[in-house]
């Protein structure tokens, strides 16, 4: 695994990192969500929601520079995710993924 430079990680739900990953610079893994609807409390006192199982990230996976990977992302072996790319979901396996809004931009081969 290699996790390049400016990275943060976020321990909140859990960070699961396959074998063979790579993560550009300055990426964010945030499995956690801050709670923010009672408007009569200041949202720093107001804790965190329920998890949504972490981030897993399985085998073979490249993330691109500057992704931001959320509470609930799972990464299927062999991804890959485009730069600046921003995920909350589950992604398929050997599918090539960029933009935001995520979009599929392409399949390995």
Not at 28 to 44: C, E, M, Q
Not at 49 to 62: A, T
Not at 72 to 90: H, K, P, Y
Request: aromatic share 6%; glycine share 16%; with cysteine.
């Amino acid at each position: 695994m290699v996790i390049n430079s400016g990275c943060v990680l976020y321990t909140g739900q859990g960070i699961h990192i396959g074998n063979h990953v790579a993560i550009a610079a300055n990426c964010t893994f945030a499995p956690v969500n801050h709670a923010y609807k009672d408007k009569s409390r200041l949202i720093r006192e107001q804790g965190f929601l329920p998890g949504k199982g972490g981030i897993v990230i399985e085998d073979d996976v490249w993330i691109g520079a500057n992704c931001v990977l959320l509470d609930g992302t799972v990464l299927g072996r062999g991804c890959v995710l485009g730069a600046g790319s921003v995920v909350s979901g589950e992604l398929a396996a050997y599918t090539v993924y960029a933009g935001q809004p995520l979009r599929v931009v392409g399949e390995r081969q």
